[in-house]
T-cell receptor, first 114, second 116 residues
Framework: DQQVKQNSPSLSVQEGRISILNCDYT??????FLWYKKYPAEGPTFLIS?????DKNEDGRFTVFLNKSAKHLSLHIVPSQPGDSAVYFC?????????????FGTGTRLTIIP | KAGVTQTPRYLIKTRGQQVTLSCSPI?????VSWYQQTPGQGLQFLFE???????NKGNFPGRFSGRQFSNSRSEMNVSTLELGDSALYLC???????????????FGQGTRLTVV
């Protein structure tokens, strides 16, 4: 049972344009959401997070939007740069479980075309 | 501040053997989690330790076990290795949450285990 889904395994975007990565979840107990970026043979690097009391969080070129009613979140990267080419994972957790377990999606491979 | 350190980086083992992987969290982080990454499966949660106690466990067989020491360092052990255990094993540590909210997890570079 995949509680966090990233339905697009890959995405190609022209340099300078906006990249939009999508993520859906099914567990209504999730209240904290994160995006990680991963290069091959390295551990995931934290990008940005959002708690369920917000619907938007921005950090530089990265913005995460949360739509709780649709159980959907998205990561916007603008403008996209070649160094953004990586696999992006969406993750979710439930704070009231009193643990740090993260449930990850299967990832989206983003390729920025120069 | 040093990041999460995992040793070894690479490991080759034979079917049926056992293996122990080590993780040193970021100083001050008491929560340590382990994940398995295989192609097409994303990151699968193995278990989480906090103050030497296992707080949560994923859906892995009993061959996968772990422990945490008083200095928050953690080890995971896989016994009777199978070919399907070949994967990147990632350790993550988390700082204390604020106001009941979870915080982001910081990952190590992982241990690439190959079972032959």
């Amino acid at each position: 049972d995949q509680q966090v889904k990233q339905n697009s395994p890959s995405l190609s975007v022209q340099e300078g344009r906006i990249s939009i990565l999508n993520c859906d979840y099914t567990n209504s107990m999730f209240d904290y959401f994160l995006w990680y970026k991963k290069y091959p043979a390295e551990g995931p690097t934290f990008l940005i997070s959002i708690s369920s009391i917000k619907d938007k969080n921005e950090d530089g070129r990265f913005t995460v939007f949360l739509n709780k009613s649709a159980k959907h979140l998205s990561l916007h990267i603008v403008p996209s740069q070649p160094g953004d080419s990586a696999v992006y994972f969406c993750a979710a957790s439930a704070s009231n479980f009193g643990n740090e377990k993260l449930t990850f999606g299967t990832g989206t491979r983003l390729t920025i075309i120069p | 501040k040093a990041g999460v350190t995992q040793t070894p980086r690479y490991l080759i083992k034979t079917r049926g053997q056992q293996v122990t992987l080590s993780c040193s969290p970021i100083s001050g982080h008491r929560s340590v989690s382990w994940y398995q990454q295989t192609p097409g499966q994303g990151l699968q949660f193995l278990f989480e330790y906090f103050s030497e106690t296992q707080r949560n466990k994923g859906n892995f067989p009993g061959r996968f076990s772990g422990r945490q020491f008083s200095n928050s360092r953690s080890e995971m052990n896989v016994s009777t290795l199978e070919l399907g255990d070949s994967a990147l094993y990632l350790c993550a540590s988390s700082p204390p949450g604020v106001g009941g909210w979870n915080t982001e997890a910081f990952f190590g570079q992982g241990t690439r285990l190959t079972v032959v």
